[in-house]
């Protein structure tokens, strides 16, 4: 992945580390591509190169110490570094007096300039490339190297957030929401079917309010309808607001094909008065009758949410209160985070912390409940015939693995795939019929089947109905 560089001199190397979020692997991959256009060599064996871009994350104390635990590791390798991303944005200056070795850094709204600031960075200097208020977003133009596989890519549609979440510090990180028009996000798209993919997974902060900053009002429905042209199998939108999910987007999941009715909902707490703590006052009103609707629109729905324990002041009553709400709904993917306080951030300075013992204990208390659940979701899968995205695939044993409709790739589970009557496989990077024969807390087993299965089931059902 190198070219020769328009004044004819040997290309640099440049390494890559990427951590963090998808958002932050799409930004990423931009820099990998505009370094590739520049005439950069770009490897992802750091050992190659003596410049490392590394792209942190600073969402919250684990991720800032493997984003700093990485930085000393390189710089103690002898590598120069240009640090990226979140941790730059947050600390700016500080991350350039601590690291020596750190010859430039890079804020999350400035990362289109990565050519510049290495060639600024060859010339001697060091640079600070940090806008006080990240204003950019990238477009369909900005060049662009994917990471992932062939098969799956990460469209981001919109950046930064609007709400002001008291955990949350995203929005001193990313700025204020600002979204692509449709237009963009839909030549992107197509640009993506043609490399190949299978799977598009939009992200954004909050893809509920897509297009509120450009329209006046979200226009997530209107994106998905417009996505329905795009040739790629399966669409899925990560962080869907319930209170976002109006008639109108329930009606697009329900209408566009290739839109999966999965549904990624981060509730982070059930009780109104943990809510309102959290400045998600808004969301006090997402009750069963709201959940049960989305069902009821999209019978197929999976849903998956994540939640907080031991937010300052939340009670053990607080707590019983979210073990009855998540027994209730019954989830089909849960991820559970204890609260950890962030400078910047409202919540550092709330009254009546829980002990991170409490915490802790709670959130194995709440996975506890939730694993039983988990696998009675995936034991209603067997036996139906679904598509599998396979990929990886295993060539002494011929055993594939991928995903299903359900799971949606890094956060969720697998389908380990057997190869079907005489032998029926598939390579990674095509969907394949797949019947499911078993299921666990967070995984399917499957085999692959041919057009014969897939009429006998039809058939089947279609008697059934007229019985």
């Excluded at 804020?107 to 204003?135: C, F, K, M, W």
């Excluded at 598009?200 to 897509?210: C, D, E, G, H, K």
């Excluded at 002494?396 to 029926?424: Q, Y």
């Excluded at 078993?438 to 087993?445: I, P």
Aim: proline share 6%.
């Amino acid at each position: 992945m190198s070219s020769a560089r328009p004044n004819g001199s040997s290309p640099a190397t440049i390494a890559f580390a990427h951590l963090g979020c998808e958002k932050n692997r799409v930004d990423t991959e931009h820099m990998l591509g505009l370094l590739a256009e520049a005439g950069y060599g770009v490897s992802a064996d750091e050992s190659e190169a003596s410049v490392v871009v590394v792209n942190t994350c600073s969402f919250i104390q684990d991720a800032r110490e493997e984003s700093v635990r990485t930085l000393v590791e390189l710089a103690e390798q002898g590598k120069e570094l240009i640090i990226a991303g979140c941790l730059a944005q947050h600390f700016q200056e500080e991350l350039l007096e601590s690291l020596p070795e750190a010859r430039a850094i890079v804020g999350t709204g400035d990362y289109q300039h990565i050519v510049s600031v290495l060639e600024r960075v060859e010339a001697g200097e060091r640079v600070n490339q940090v806008s006080a208020t990240p204003t950019f977003v990238a477009d369909e133009h900005l060049p662009r190297y994917r990471t992932t596989s062939e098969a799956v890519a990460y469209l981001k549609v919109a950046e930064g957030c609007d709400y002001r979440c008291a955990f949350c510090i995203i929005p001193k990180l990313r700025g204020d929401q600002r979204s692509r028009p449709i237009e963009s996000i839909v030549a992107e798209a197509h640009s993506l079917a043609a490399q190949g993919v299978k799977e598009l997974v939009l992200i954004s902060q909050i893809s509920t309010n897509y297009g509120l900053d450009l329209y006046g009002r979200p226009h997530l429905a209107e994106l998905l309808r417009a996505l329905g042209e795009v040739d790629i199998p399966w669409i899925r939108v990560h962080y869907a607001y319930p209170t976002g999910l109006t008639a109108e987007v329930l009606a697009a999941y329900r209408d566009v094909a290739n839109v999966l009715p999965y549904l990624d909902l981060p509730l982070q707490h059930s009780h109104p008065d943990v809510l309102r703590a959290m400045n998600r006052p808004w969301q006090a009103n997402v009750r069963g009758d709201l959940l049960q609707r989305i069902r009821e629109q999209l019978p197929d729905a999976v849903l998956r949410t994540t939640f907080i324990v031991g937010f300052p002041g939340e009670t053990e009553e607080h707590f019983q209160h979210l073990l009855n709400f998540v027994a209730e709904q019954r989830f089909d993917h849960v991820g559970v985070f204890t609260f950890s306080p962030e400078d910047g951030t409202a919540a550092v300075d709330l009254p009546n912390p829980v002990p991170a013992a409490v915490a802790q204990q709670r959130r194995d208390r709440l996975m506890a409940l939730q694993q039983p659940i988990a696998a009675e979701r995936n034991a209603a899968w067997v036996g139906r015939i679904v598509d599998v995205l396979v990929e990886q695939e295993n060539p002494s044993s011929g055993e594939m693995l991928g995903r299903c409709a359900r799971f949606a790739p890094d956060v969720d589970g697998d389908v380990r795939v057997l190869p079907g009557v005489g032998g029926l496989c598939a390579a990674p990077g095509t969907m394949v019929p797949v019947r499911i024969t078993a299921a666990d807390t967070y995984d399917l087993v499957g085999e692959v089947v041919g057009a014969a299965a897939m009429v006998g089931d039809a058939v089947a059902a279609s008697r059934l109905r007229s019985a």
